[in-house]
C-alpha cells in the first residue's frame, strides 16, 4: 500500500514471489500477510539466473538461445559476408554483454558462442560443414592489425569484471559497495 502510494504504481501480486534465503523463516505466515506465492532458488530475474552456481553452463543458456535465435539459418542464406559480419558485430555487442558484466564464462560456453558465431559468419548451416578460411584468432583481431575486429569473448569478459575492480577499489561512497 505504501509503495502505491509513494511511487505511484501498483504491484502485480500475482506475479510476485517470496523466495526464502538463510535461516528458516515462516513463509507461508509470510505469504498469506503479503498475498503472493511462494518461489525458489534459483529463479530469473530481470533475464539474469539467481541462485544458480556461477560456473553453471545452465546459466549461459537464455544467451545461447538468443544467439541461435538472432543468428539463425534463414538469415545467413541471404546476408553477404559484410551483412553476416555487420550482423554479428551488432549481436555480439549486445547479447551477452549484460551476462558478461556479471559472470565469468567458462570455456565450454564460450567455445560453443564462438562456434555459433563461426559457423554463422562462413555462412555453413546445419547440413552443410563450410570450413572456415581464417583461423577465428586473426578474425578477432583489430582491423589495424588485419582483423575483422570481432571481440574476444573471454577477453571482453575479464574486462568488464575488472571494471568491477576497478570501481570497488575507486568507488569509496557507493551504495552497492
Not at 570455456?107 to 570450413?131: H, S, T, Y
Amino acid at each position: 500500500m505504501w509503495f502505491e502510494a509513494i511511487l505511484g504504481l501498483k504491484v502485480n501480486l500475482s506475479k510476485t514471489e517470496a523466495i526464502p534465503v538463510g535461516e528458516d523463516i515462516p513463509m507461508e505466515a509470510l505469504a498469506s500477510v503479503l498475498g503472493c506465492k511462494i518461489g525458489s532458488l534459483p529463479t530469473s530475474y530481470l533475464g539474469l539466473p539467481l541462485g544458480a552456481p556461477y560456473k553453471s553452463t545452465r546459466v549461459w543458456d537464455v544467451v545461447k538461445e538468443r544467439f541461435r535465435k538472432r543468428l539463425s539459418l534463414w538469415k545467413r542464406q541471404y546476408l553477404s559476408k559484410g551483412g553476416r559480419l555487420t550482423l554479428l558485430k551488432s549481436t555480439l555487442s549486445s547479447l551477452p554483454t549484460y551476462f558478461l558484466f556479471l559472470f565469468v564464462i567458462t570455456k565450454r560456453v564460450c567455445a560453443r558462442l564462438e562456434k555459433i558465431q563461426r559457423d554463422f559468419l562462413w555462412g555453413g548451416g546445419a547440413l552443410e560443414n563450410r570450413p572456415h578460411l581464417v583461423s577465428w584468432k586473426v578474425i578477432c583481431a583489430a582491423k589495424k592489425d588485419g582483423g575483422l575486429g570481432i571481440c574476444n569473448l573471454a577477453i571482453f569478459n575479464k574486462a568488464l569484471l575488472g571494471k568491477w575492480l576497478w570501481r570497488f577499489a575507486n568507488e569509496n561512497e557507493s551504495l552497492w559497495k
